[in-house]
């Protein structure tokens, strides 16, 4: 199984990110979902979940300009970042939940990380 992030990149503060992460693989089903990020001299912090009902939770920071959502048809999770600030600054990171085969054993799997740069 892999994880793949993208969508991150460089934006002045007050514009919009849009991360997308896309889990490949021997997939038997996802349970909880998850973004994550490290930010430069500071340990990583979850900054919004969502588990398999579609229940959704999210950092204080983050609350009502960030948006998780996932599409299980596609394996894939996504983070709509709007009014972004010079603080959300870091490598974000995705994690899903995953059982393989017919396995009910569900493993955390990360992606590779993707940079989010914002100026003010």
């Known amino acids: 199984v892999q994880l793949q992030a993208s969508g991150g990149g460089l934006v002045q503060a007050g514009e919009s990110l849009r991360l997308s992460c896309i889990a490949s693989g021997r997939i038997f089903s996802i349970n909880d979902m998850g973004w994550y990020r490290r930010a430069p001299g500071k340990q990583r912090e979850l900054v919004a979940g969502?588990?398999?009902?579609?229940?959704?939770n999210y950092a204080d920071s983050v609350k009502g300009r960030f948006a998780i959502s996932r599409d299980n048809a596609k394996n894939t999770m996504y983070l709509q970042m709007n009014s972004l600030k010079p603080e959300d600054t870091a490598v974000y990171y995705c994690?899903?939940?995953?059982?393989?085969?017919?396995?009910?054993?569900?493993?955390?799997?990360w992606g590779q990380g993707t940079q989010v740069t914002v100026s003010s």
């Open positions: 969502i588990t398999s009902g579609g229940s959704t």
């Open positions: 994690k899903q939940q995953i059982s393989i085969g017919g396995s009910s054993l569900f493993v955390d799997y």
